[in-house]
């Protein structure tokens, strides 16, 4: 079992930067590739980026390529998602997800879920 805790969103302008924690319990997450996935108001969950279990490689949503960085230290168990360049559109809430599939993009393929943060970017 694992448990997900989500933290760090909050209220930024269009431009600004924002840094997600999501911090496991119960094992180790390098047992884990670590997913980030967000769901806006009258929208599907949708894909944002996945790391693998080491750190060694990334995966991105197009929406978010080039503008988000994940990473992970496992010594902390802690995940992180980062974004300097923060759009309206990423308005969402935001959930950190624990998979033992390497690299999934859907959100069926993660067992372990945390409970979200709300990021919410203003124009």
């Known amino acids: 079992q694992v448990q997900l805790v989500e933290s760090g969103g909050g209220l930024v302008q269009a431009g600004g930067s924002l840094r997600l924690s999501c911090a496991a319990s119960g094992r180790t997450s390098s047992s884990y590739d670590m997913g980030w996935f967000r769901q806006a108001p009258g929208k599907e969950r949708e894909f944002v980026g996945v790391?693998?279990?080491?750190?060694?490689?990334?995966q991105y949503a197009d929406s978010v390529k080039g503008r988000f960085t994940i990473a992970r230290d496992n010594a902390k168990n802690t995940v992180y998602l980062q974004s300097n360049s923060l759009k309206p559109e990423d308005t969402a809430v935001y959930y950190c997800?624990?998979?033992?599939?390497?690299?999934?993009?859907?959100?069926?393929?993660?067992?372990?879920w945390g409970q979200g943060t709300q990021v919410t970017v203003s124009s």
């Open positions: 790391i693998s279990r080491t750190g060694g490689g990334t």
């Open positions: 997800a624990a998979t033992v599939l390497s690299m999934a993009t859907k959100p069926a393929s993660y067992r372990y």
